[in-house]
């Protein structure tokens, strides 16, 4: 596996930026990738509650996630 290029981790570190930006505005924290595999969903928790869950960034952008 090749080590990332400095522009690699700079797009990543915005992404995450990103990540966290739109789920705090919606009381969430961006936690990391997802822990069942899916690529397309990432793992959030809740600032109310403190519950995990996994969301897609495109549900965190347009609706507002619900505790479980």
Not at 26 to 54: M, V
Request: glycine share 6%.
């Amino acid at each position: 596996m090749q080590a990332k290029s400095e522009k690699q981790l700079d797009n990543e570190q915005a992404t995450i930026d990103r990540y966290d930006d739109e789920c705090y505005q919606k009381g969430w924290r961006f936690i990391g990738w997802s822990i069942n595999g899916i690529r397309q969903y990432k793992h959030y928790e809740c600032l109310t509650c403190g519950a995990p869950q996994d969301i897609t960034p495109a549900s965190m952008r347009t609706y507002h996630p619900k505790c479980l």
